[in-house]
């Protein structure tokens, strides 16, 4: 009995001394924000019920074809999994060591990890999106700063991420008597070593070499057949799980700025500056909007009645890591999960890069087209 009297006045002291349970809690800001957006939304209703399915629609219509004639039964999504599937089986043959070596001595020079430079070559080789999954880790392993990593994704939006876009650039560049081999060498294998020699002096500085003796075997010790199977397997969770939901989001975004009105503005205004660039307006558009290989396609078929200055800036540009859907979805999903970059600055190092891409391709076209042509 004395033991729950003792409890009770416990109780009664816990309550004097405790402070008053307010009647009313103070709004927080997102709960204004979510008021202003519940008024809205009835407001819309009652005045124009048809606004809302309309802007559903213009998503649905912006979205369904990427996700599904692209990704899911286009060459897109099967190209993503075989390309992880080939680099899986490039990095158990020792390819990734092989880089390493051969790349030390150059980024000895620089003070640049040798590894900022296999994403690169995986983006060349296969995807951007595999590049992203199998050189992220080995970044890591081999004790690159969050600097390099940066340098690493920026450096690797320099390549095109498509053989298709290659090969069809190449039919495009031989219709206008352009020289391929050097734009090929200016374009696509100069800047795996100028972007990172130029970001390591200027934006991204906590760089260092690294011996060959301080860094680890990146060669598995996998046997092949559970290679192949979990590269598989490893291709279809990337697809699935981080492409199509980051494809998405932004081609949501861009179905809302076009309910609205804007994007065409967009579209309008990019014509104009990709011109001043010297890059073919339209299939500049399609290099940065929706696929740089259907740009190269559309290219090699009417090449021949352009400028040759246009139809080399153009090349330069889809030989990169666009479209944007990339850049602002499945790069920083990607090198989130897989490195020590989070999405912000992942998808900042990405803009980066394709900026200086754009400029490569001005440059190029501007100052040695009467070499290259």
């Known amino acids: ?38 008024i809205i939304s009835l407001l819309v209703l009652l005045i124009t019920p048809g606004t809302l399915a309309g802007l559903f629609t213009s998503i649905i219509d912006n979205v369904f074809p990427i996700i599904v ?13 075989v390309s992880v599937i080939i680099g899986r089986v490039l990095e158990r043959l020792g390819f990734t060591d092989a880089l390493i070596r051969i790349f030390i001595p150059v980024t000895k020079l620089m003070k640049v990890n040798s590894a900022v430079i296999i994403p690169s070559i995986y983006n060349i080789l296969g995807d951007i999106n595999a590049a992203g999954k199998i050189a992220g880790p080995i970044l890591i392993r081999s004790g690159a700063t969050k600097a390099e990593q940066k340098i690493a994704v920026a450096t690797m939006v320099q390549s095109q991420q498509s053989f298709a876009t290659f090969m069809l650039g190449m039919v495009a560049l031989t219709a206008v008597g352009a020289n391929a081999f050097v734009v090929v060498v200016l374009a696509v294998f100069m800047p795996v070593i100028i972007v990172p020699f130029l970001l390591s002096r200027t934006l991204y500085r906590d760089t260092r070499a690294v011996q060959i003796e301080k860094l680890p075997q990146f060669t598995p010790n996998t046997g092949f057949l559970p290679t192949l199977f979990n590269a598989a397997r490893e291709g279809a969770e990337l697809l699935f799980l981080l492409i199509i939901p980051a494809a998405a989001v932004v081609f949501a975004g861009i179905g809302v700025l076009d309910y609205i009105g804007i994007w065409s503005k967009f579209e309008s205004g990019l014509s104009t500056v990709l011109l001043a ?29 352009l400028d040759p200055r246009l139809v080399i800036g153009s090349f330069v540009l889809a030989s990169s890591g666009l479209p944007l859907s990339t850049i602002f979805g499945q790069i920083p999903v990607i090198w989130a999960a897989n490195s020590e970059l989070t999405e912000k600055e992942a998808m900042g190092a990405a803009v980066l890069g394709i ?5 490569t391709a001005f440059l190029i076209v501007y100052f040695l087209t009467p070499i290259l042509v």
């Open 277 to 305: 660039l010297n890059i073919h307006p339209e299939t500049g558009i399609l290099s940065i909007l929706a696929s740089p290989a259907l740009a190269m396609g559309q290219l090699s078929e009417i090449a021949g009645s």
């Open 355 to 359: 900026v200086m891409r754009i400029f």
């Open 69 to 81: 004639e692209v990704f899911l039964t286009g060459t897109v999504g099967v190209s993503i999994m």
């Open 1 to 38: 009995m004395s033991e729950v009297k003792s409890l009770v006045q416990k109780n009664l002291e816990i309550e004097e001394n405790s402070a008053p349970i307010p009647l009313t809690r103070r709004w927080t800001q997102i709960e204004v924000v979510g008021l202003g957006l519940v």
